[in-house]
């Protein structure tokens, strides 16, 4: 497979994704990591490079990371290799219920190639992370960054949010590949 500038560019900085570049780029836009100390639940964190990142962007900040998937540890990062449907029983985390400055989410399923079938997924997954963060982030202050896909959920998907944060903006960072159907929604002050 031939790899793009923007995961050469990983390599060479010694990140475990390109997707590193993307959330730098919606993060440089909204502001949505504040200076200072801030909490913030990654969901769907391996490889790890987004929790990476916070803490690069802001030392002080607690990150907590959950995925199915096994991630190799970073210093200052809580991990849990847990699915986001048990999330409520990992106490360290479901203790700060409504206390996370930032939720970000890279989470995506394995794609059969039926479309309707991945698009299905795509959307009950998309709403589970919503929840998710809607139960975890600071009412009227918190942040949400979630990763979906361009397809005929979106429109309700994108609804969905607007219901329930007072700003909503899309987003398809440089990083990108140009012929993705990935796209980005940022939520700002949750209702």
Known sequence: MHADSWAIKAKQLGLRSRAVFK??????????????ANIVLDIG????????????????SQVFAIDLLEMDSIEGVS???????????????????????????????????????????????????????????????????????QNSSLKKLRSKMEKSFQLVQTYKPAASKSKSGEIYLYGANPL
Do not use: C
């Open 45 to 60: 964190s391996a490889p790890g490079g987004w929790s990476e990142l916070i803490k690069s962007l802001s030392p002080p």
């Open 79 to 149: 991990f849990f290799q847990e699915d986001i449907a048990n999330i409520n029983l990992i106490e360290e985390i479901h203790s700060l219920k409504y206390n996370f400055d930032l939720v970000i989410s890279d989470l995506a399923p394995n794609l059969s190639g039926i479309r309707t079938v991945d698009e299905e997924n795509i959307f009950e997954l998309n709403i589970l992370t919503l929840e998710t963060a809607l139960s975890y982030l600071k009412k009227d202050t918190g942040y949400f960054v979630m990763k979906t896909f």
């Open 23 to 36: 959330l730098e780029e919606i993060l440089s836009k909204t502001k949505a990591l504040k200076k200072g």
